[in-house]
């Protein structure tokens, strides 16, 4: 039998899904069988508030087949029941179970905080640092918050306590680090991240504005990039006949952001400026119901291609934060 309390000690449980996954609840206890090897082993996986464990029966005696568990148990046979044994449970954690590290009351707080504010996830990127994950902004794919477990001792602290960090972008050169709130970004450009103890040595309404402001600082202008394509859809006539629209877009927008509409051949210029009235996360879609105003219209000759690769833009294949060089150019124009 093996004890499985320490492979899903940093992880949250999804009960749903174990249904969905083929376990059957029984009171307070989920149980899952099936069968491995061409129907020779069954593997049994139970999980229950009291103890979580999983084992392999051997069919045909009825008998638990401990080699698998006995690391000195070598050969062709033991080895391909095991493998196959190993990727059952693999699949098991990948589908019903999620990503538990943070587990401090300011820490659960923050995930919540940015969840439903900017409708953005954790992200575990490094197999190698499973107590590290980052937010990024789903419209420039930059990072503006991390999350990690540490020593005090690596933010210059004489201690060897564990706690719970929160890295964010701060105004370059701000100068804001007293070193017992604030901290220069812990493994990050000390100049323009900081670095939180989410130990309650900062209120959790401080933090929550800190990440707005990093959130602010990465996004940039607050000025985004749409690209479209009117062989594909009639924009010209649906941007001339609607005063305020609405599209889904997996953007970070926020309201009262400017969006500005590019035309594809073969006009192949900014054509439109919108300002976002709304920007609400849509669960079905995964993206955000974004509705703005038309506030601005363009003749092609004001921002063509052209013109506009020469402040900066670098792609019109997809949609993403307009770039500060443009941005301040065409708040000049």
Avoid at 78 to 104: H, M
Wanted: proline share 3%; hydrophobic share 35%; with cysteine.
């Amino acid at each position: 039998m093996r004890n499985l309390e320490d492979i899903l000690e940093n992880k949250k449980i999804d009960y749903q899904k174990l249904e969905e996954f083929g376990f059957q609840k029984n009171k307070n206890e989920y149980v899952f069988k099936d069968e491995i090897c061409e129907g020779q082993f069954e593997v049994v996986i139970s999980i229950s508030e009291k103890k979580k464990f999983s084992k392999v029966i051997d069919l045909m005696n009825e008998d638990e087949y401990m080699l698998v568990d006995v690391q000195d148990s070598v050969g062709e046979f033991v080895g391909k029941v095991r493998e196959e044994y190993e990727l059952l449970l693999q699949d098991f954690i990948n589908y019903c179970t999620a990503p538990n590290v943070f587990k401090s009351k300011q820490a659960q707080e923050v995930i919540k905080y940015v969840k439903e504010k900017y409708n953005d996830d954790l992200e575990f990127l490094w197999n190698k640092l499973p107590e590290a994950a980052i937010w990024r902004n789903q419209g420039n794919q930059k990072w503006y918050g991390i999350l990690m477990k540490i020593s005090e001792k690596k933010l210059g602290i004489e201690s060897d306590k564990i706690v719970e960090i929160i890295d964010l972008r701060c105004v370059k050169d701000s100068n804001i680090f007293d070193n017992e709130k604030i901290f220069p970004g812990y493994h990050m450009n000390k100049q323009s991240w900081i670095t939180i103890k989410l130990d309650g040595s900062m209120t959790t309404k401080e933090i929550f504005e800190y990440i707005d402001m990093s959130y602010h600082i990465n996004k940039g202008s607050g000025a985004w990039f749409l690209p479209t394509n009117p062989r594909m859809f009639d924009i010209i006539y649906y941007m001339n006949h609607h005063k305020i629209v609405t599209w889904d877009k997996a953007l970070g927008v926020l309201p009262n952001d400017f969006i500005y509409i590019y035309v594809g051949a073969p006009y192949s210029a900014i054509l439109y400026k919108c300002k976002v009235i709304k920007a609400e996360p849509n669960p079905a879609t995964k993206k955000k119901d974004i509705t703005m105003e038309v506030i601005e219209k363009y003749d092609k000759e004001k921002y063509p291609m052209k013109l506009l690769k020469e402040h900066g833009l670098k792609t019109v294949r997809w949609a993403h934060s307009l770039p500060d060089e443009l941005y301040d150019f065409m708040s000049r124009k």
